[in-house]
């Protein structure tokens, strides 16, 4: 059993977790994602790692509260525990040595994402420009976390709420166009999102890394259920991925394959087998 050590509420939707885990903490690298059960009968829930604690043993974990097994985490409080936590999985993220100068999107929840792959570049002295996409002020999070990595933290929402107003699209062109020089882009968030960063780079030629979240079964490449298309290949999200080459991937097909179980994912029903004739469980 896996202990919650600390809970905190990020917005309404959006819970981090300090969970003690010492193996994974000892191994873990920003990239590497997790996968959890809360009890016997859960499903099996990947999620990137948002930081580590190696001295404290402890992972943590952020995530929106969106379907049954996430509503299910989120009713347990500091000191109770999960049944399942696996890790670290998955490539951690490459930091190349050569870098200067990187830019780190983040969009929504996954600035939880971004956040980590900003500090691993910063603890690497390369200097980072980060920009936080939110709908609006009221789900902003991690701001002083992300301010205290990067050297410029900017942030923007769609309604112009806090921040500045626009797409974190629309902020990336303009410090393109300002002549800022990257060496590398790293995007993470919605689909549609990373597909639109990897676009606006694409004619400048400025390597752009996406950080994929397909669905996953097993994690460990036997179930195939992570399938994304990169550069024309299949490849699998949790031990080719998740971070891949944004100018390869084709997020549309992406995007179909993730909406394929959305009704499953946000009921509560339990599932039944077809295979047993309807026994549940079995
Ligand atoms: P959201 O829909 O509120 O979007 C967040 C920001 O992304 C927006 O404020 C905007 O700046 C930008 N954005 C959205 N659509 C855009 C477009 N068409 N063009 C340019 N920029 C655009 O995000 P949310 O509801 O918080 O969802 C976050 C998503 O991140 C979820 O889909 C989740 O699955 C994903 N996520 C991915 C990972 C990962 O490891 N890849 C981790 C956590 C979350
Ligand atoms: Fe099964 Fe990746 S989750 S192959």
């Not at 347990?76 to 999107?105: M, Q, W, Y």
């Amino acid at each position: 059993m896996y202990k919650i050590v600390t809970k905190r509420c990020l917005n309404d939707s959006v819970t981090l977790m300090e969970i003690e885990a010492p193996h994974i903490a000892r191994k873990a690298k920003a990239g590497q994602f997790i996968i959890f059960r809360v009890d016997e009968k859960g499903e099996r829930i990947p999620l990137t790692i948002a930081d580590y604690d190696r001295e404290k043993g402890t992972v943590t974990i952020i995530f929106q509260i969106v379907g049954a097994s996430t509503k299910l985490l989120n009713t347990l409080e500091e000191g109770d525990s999960i049944l399942d936590f696996v890790g670290p999985l998955g490539v951690a993220t490459h930091i190349d040595p050569n870098a200067k100068r990187v830019c780190v999107i983040g969009g929504g929840v996954g600035n939880a994402i971004a956040y980590p792959q900003a500090k691993a570049l910063h603890n690497a002295g390369i200097q980072v420009d980060m920009i936080a996409g939110f709908r609006s002020k009221d789900i902003v999070i991690l701001e002083d976390e992300m301010g205290a990595v990067s050297d410029h933290l900017y942030i923007m929402t769609d309604d112009g709420s806090y921040g500045e107003k626009g797409l974190v699209t629309n902020k990336l062109q303009q410090l393109i166009d300002a002549g800022n020089k990257y060496d590398e882009v790293i995007a993470i968030g919605p689909i549609i999102m990373m597909k639109f960063v990897a676009a606006t780079t694409k004619p400048y030629g400025i390597k752009t890394l996406v950080s994929l979240n397909p669905i996953m079964v097993d994690g460990t490449g036997m179930c195939g259920g992570c399938r994304v298309k990169v550069g024309g290949q299949t490849k699998f999200a949790c031990v080719d991925g998740p971070d891949f080459d944004g100018h390869e991937v084709d997020f549309d097909e992406l995007m179909k394959r993730n909406t394929f179980y959305r009704e499953r994912e946000t009921t509560d029903k339990e599932h039944v087998c077809r295979l047993t004739g309807g026994k549940r469980n079995a």
